[in-house]
């Protein structure tokens, strides 16, 4: 079984810092693209980042100059590291890939969640 996980979510104030991590488990031979999503409360969810198996990456307009994407395909794992949070990056993020070829052959793959608050 091929599963994402993510870890690394919280509470965090205005402005402050956190990095979101996302390992994909399993017989894993390779993996494509992966993303970070987010959905708020009463929102889509929606695309935050996103990067290939090579490194190109995409942000949403609104975390560019804040957020990084990375990811290490040695560990099968993504990152995010999310600077200058506001109240309305508040949500829901979710680990997503695209294209994990296993012994299940290929796959789209989405983590469980994890919560990010942004309050004071």
């Known amino acids: 079984q091929v599963q994402l996980v993510e870890s690394g979510g919280g509470l965090v104030q205005p402005g402050g810092s956190l990095r979101l991590s996302c390992a994909a488990s399993?017989?894993?031979?390779?993996?494509?693209?992966m993303g970070w999503y987010r959905q708020a409360p009463g929102k889509q969810r929606e695309l935050v980042a996103a990067i290939t198996a090579v490194g190109s990456t995409n942000y949403t307009d609104s975390v560019k100059g804040r957020f990084t994407i990375s990811r290490d395909n040695a560990k099968n794992t993504v990152y995010l590291q999310m600077n200058s949070l506001k109240p309305e990056d508040t949500a829901v993020y979710y680990c997503?890939?695209?294209?994990?070829?296993?012994?299940?052959?290929?796959?789209?793959?989405w983590g469980q969640g994890t919560l990010v608050t942004v309050s004071s």
């Open positions: 399993g017989s894993i031979f390779s993996i494509g693209a």
């Open positions: 997503h890939a695209d294209r994990i070829y296993s012994d299940y052959g290929y796959l789209e793959v």
